[in-house]
């Protein structure tokens, strides 16, 4: 069973359009995060919720806005797609904030590509 | 946050034992170091994770000296399979929040 999923794999589209990405977890974790990993490979921090509360919202651009339904779930929303939101996205989920005995879990990752 | 460096990349063999290393020399007293490894069109998995000395489990063996300034993720019996992107992160103990590095690409051969 896939403990971190996210939908979809990959998403093409063009500038200027909005678009989604969906993530559950079914491990119960109370944290959930999006993470970016641009083409350096480099994984930053975006957003993390704790029970559907944001907790952590990096410099991202307000072009991005992260929506928790409830603790299982953190969708992403990006509206006005540019070329530089071209990334791989992933959604990760851990037992709690604190990083001690409380690994993240990541899912498999959404593949954007802006044209 | 406490910066880390490893390696870029490393090269091996199957049946080898593999040791990266990462620095860490401005390392808080509250991180734990933190090793995750990420397969290609994967996600990044948490491996192993240790305070000081030596921590061992069914994946990995992480040793870390008293100073705490390094620590060494050791691999036995590499296999091809452990090709992966090796990551590195001193954690403070409050957040899992971080930004990972470039990590070290192992690269194991036949």
């Known amino acids: 069973d896939t403990a971190v999923s996210q939908t979809p794999k990959y998403l093409v589209t063009q500038m200027g359009n909005d678009k989604s990405i969906k993530c559950e977890q079914n491990l119960g974790h109370d944290t959930m995060y999006w993470y970016k990993q641009d083409s350096k490979k480099f994984l930053k921090i975006m957003f993390s919720?704790?029970?559907?509360?944001?907790?952590i919202n990096e410099t991202v651009p307000n072009r991005f806005s992260p929506k928790s339904p409830d603790k299982a779930h953190l969708n992403l929303h990006i509206n006005s797609l540019e070329l530089g939101d071209s990334a791989v996205y992933f959604c990760a989920s851990s037992p709690r904030q604190s990083s001690y005995n409380s690994p993240l879990h990541f899912g498999n990752g959404t593949r954007l590509t802006v044209t | 946050l406490a910066k880390t460096t490893q390696p870029i990349s490393m090269d091996s063999y199957e049946g080898q034992e593999v040791n990266i290393t990462c620095s860490h020399n401005n390392i808080a007293t509250n991180d734990y170091i933190t090793w995750y490894q990420q397969f290609p069109s994967q996600g990044p998995r948490f491996i192993i994770q240790?305070?000081?000395t030596k921590v061992t489990n069914e994946v990995a063996s992480l040793f870390i000296p008293a100073d705490r300034k390094s620590s060494t993720l050791s691999l036995p019996r590499v296999s091809l399979s452990d090709t992966a992107v090796y990551y590195c992160l001193a954690m403070p103990s409050g957040y899992s929040t971080l930004t990972f590095g470039k990590g070290t690409m192992l690269l194991v051969s036949p």
């Open positions: 240790g305070y000081k």
């Open positions: 919720y704790n029970n559907k509360e944001l907790i």
